[in-house]
């Protein structure tokens, strides 16, 4: 504990400039793979704290070397979203940006990576400033394009793993729509995976006064959407856990005119690697045999993107997390997260280096405000205690590994 309150010690003159750059970054947010000035404020800090950095596959990672000991990795994700903010703040984004369809689309921090980044950051300057109360090599990584599922893969591409000195064991956290400054852990799988595809399945073209000559894949979507339903509610073991969701079906240009396609966009979560083979193979051949049924002219297409890995915290670095979260915020600030059914691409890193890992959550919401959930256009956590909380975790779970009075 008194190594914490060390590095902790700095933390008026930490907590001033952090809230000035979150302002800054929540008001001028970057869409996924263009984290440019992000990632040059993230490299320009570091540098000046004394961390060797790196620009890796379109991230930054800062790494302080500390005498020998454990090798920590704490990560943060940088990107924002296409989501026009209406929370009204005063520092509330009003940029907007051209995505990858050639939309204008307004971009904000609706899920939250302006705080991750700031609280690492400032546990960054805070460790650097008291390299005396611990020892062994921080690594803090700020990742690009969380929010599609590529910026992990990116990172590790472009030979992360070699570049980086081996972790002993990496962390990552996320503000939620919880109460401000409760820090919430779970051991085992806490995060779900993700999987979307896009699925495409043909019909014949036809005059709409003449559906006798066509193949109509409007109604045939109809009946895939329908009996995906099934895949949960009765091929899946109750108290399994499985999500299959259709979040998008377009057909067709003119209400007196059966296309000659259809596209489904299908989201799937699970937590069981066994469950989501097995969801995912039902999706495909109820496709396949809808298809077949309706005398489809051609197979459907299956394209799998933004896949997301299962999050699954080891018991054991868990454990001890939660033990040092406890030790310096309090019983009562602690709490049990629970399963999430939000997904994350954080455990590619660790799983890639073969080390263990835990991810936690930081409450973001402030005693009467309203606690709209991530991605939602008004969701705006509370610049404190959030910021407090989510610094104080990353220093709080560091010297679990690093502190010298281990």
Same mark, same amino acid.
């Given at each position: 504990?008194?190594?914490?309150?060390?590095?902790?010690?700095?933390?008026?003159?930490?907590?001033?400039?952090?809230?000035?750059?979150?302002?800054?970054?929540?008001?001028?947010?970057?869409?996924?793979?263009?984290?440019?000035?992000?990632?040059?404020?993230?490299?320009?800090?570091?540098?000046?704290?004394?961390?060797?950095?790196?620009?890796?596959?379109?991230?930054?990672?800062?790494?302080?070397?500390?005498?020998?000991?454990?090798?920590?990795?704490?990560?943060?994700?940088?990107?924002?979203?296409?989501?026009?903010?209406?929370?009204?703040?005063?520092?509330?984004?009003?940029?907007?940006?051209?995505?990858?369809?050639?939309?204008?689309?307004?971009?904000?921090?609706?899920?939250?990576?302006?705080?991750?980044?700031?609280?690492?950051?400032?546990?960054?300057?805070?460790?650097?400033?008291?390299?005396?109360?611990?020892?062994?090599? $921080?690594?803090?990584?700020?990742?690009?394009?969380?929010?599609?599922?590529?910026?992990?893969?990116?990172?590790?591409?472009?030979?992360?793993?070699?570049?980086?000195?081996?972790?002993?064991?990496?962390?990552?956290?996320?503000?939620?729509?919880?109460?401000?400054?409760?820090?919430?852990?779970?051991?085992?799988?806490?995060?779900?995976?993700?999987?979307?595809?896009?699925?495409?399945?043909?019909?014949?073209?036809?005059?709409?006064?003449?559906?006798?000559?066509?193949?109509?894949?409007?109604?045939?979507?109809?009946?895939?959407?329908?009996?995906?339903?099934?895949?949960?509610?009765?091929?899946?073991?109750?108290?399994?856990?499985?999500?299959?969701?259709?979040?998008?079906?377009?057909?067709?240009?003119?209400?007196?005119?059966?296309?000659?396609?259809?596209?489904?966009?299908?989201?799937?979560?699970?937590?069981?690697?066994?469950?989501?083979?097995?969801?995912?193979?039902?999706?495909?051949?109820?496709?396949?045999?809808?298809?077949?049924?309706?005398?489809?002219?051609?197979?459907?297409?299956?394209?799998?993107?933004?896949?997301?890995?299962?999050?699954?915290?080891?018991?054991?670095?868990?454990?001890?997390?939660?033990?040092?979260?406890?030790?310096?915020?309090?019983?009562?600030?602690?709490?049990?997260?629970?399963?999430?059914?939000?997904?994350?691409?954080?455990?590619?890193?660790?799983?890639?280096?073969?080390?263990?890992?835990?991810?936690?959550?930081?409450?973001?919401?402030?005693?009467?405000?309203?606690?709209?959930?991530?991605?939602?256009?008004? $969701?705006?956590?509370?610049?404190?205690?959030?910021?407090?909380?989510?610094?104080?975790?990353?220093?709080?779970?560091?010297?679990?590994?690093?502190?010298?009075?281990?």
């Amino acid at each position: 504990m008194t190594r914490i309150t060390d590095v902790l010690g700095r933390m008026d003159r930490t907590r001033a400039w952090q809230e000035e750059l979150y302002t800054h970054l929540h008001a001028h947010p970057e869409l996924s793979s263009h984290e440019v000035e992000t990632a040059a404020e993230v490299s320009r800090r570091l540098e000046a704290f004394g961390y060797e950095v790196q620009r890796i596959g379109g991230g930054v990672v800062g790494v302080l070397v500390n005498g020998s000991g454990h090798t920590v990795l704490t990560r943060a994700d940088m990107d924002a979203l296409p989501v026009t903010e209406l929370t009204g703040l005063p520092y509330a984004s009003k940029v907007t940006a051209v995505d990858e369809a050639g939309a204008t689309v307004g971009v904000s921090h609706a899920c939250g990576h302006d705080v991750h980044v700031v609280a690492l950051l400032g546990a960054a300057e805070l460790l650097a400033g008291a390299r005396d109360a611990w020892s062994g090599t $921080f690594t803090a990584l700020f990742q690009p394009a969380e929010e599609t599922a590529a910026g992990a893969r990116a990172m590790l591409e472009d030979g992360l793993t070699d570049r980086v000195p081996r972790p002993d064991v990496a962390f990552g956290q996320h503000v939620l729509n919880h109460a401000a400054g409760v820090v919430g852990t779970q051991a085992g799988p806490v995060l779900s995976a993700g999987d979307s595809i896009r699925i495409t399945v043909f019909g014949k073209g036809s005059h709409g006064s003449m559906p006798h000559l066509g193949v109509d894949p409007v109604v045939l979507a109809a009946s895939i959407v329908l009996r995906l339903q099934t895949i949960v509610a009765r091929e899946t073991k109750p108290g399994e856990f499985a999500v299959v969701t259709v979040g998008s079906s377009t057909a067709g240009t003119k209400s007196n005119i059966i296309a000659d396609r259809a596209v489904l966009l299908v989201n799937v979560r699970t937590y069981d690697l066994e469950v989501r083979d097995r969801v995912l193979g039902s999706i495909e051949r109820i496709v396949r045999a809808e298809c077949e049924a309706s005398g489809s002219p051609e197979p459907p297409t299956f394209e799998y993107y933004d896949q997301y890995p299962l999050t699954d915290n080891d018991p054991d670095v868990t454990a001890r997390l939660t033990d040092a979260f406890r030790d310096h915020f309090g019983e009562g600030r602690v709490v049990t997260l629970g399963r999430v059914t939000a997904s994350e691409d954080f455990s590619r890193l660790p799983d890639a280096f073969g080390i263990p890992y835990s991810y936690w959550g930081v409450g973001g919401f402030a005693p009467g405000q309203q606690p709209y959930p991530n991605h939602s256009p008004y $969701f705006a956590p509370s610049i404190q205690p959030t910021l407090d909380a989510g610094t104080e975790a990353i220093v709080v779970a560091a010297l679990a590994y690093l502190g010298k009075d281990r």
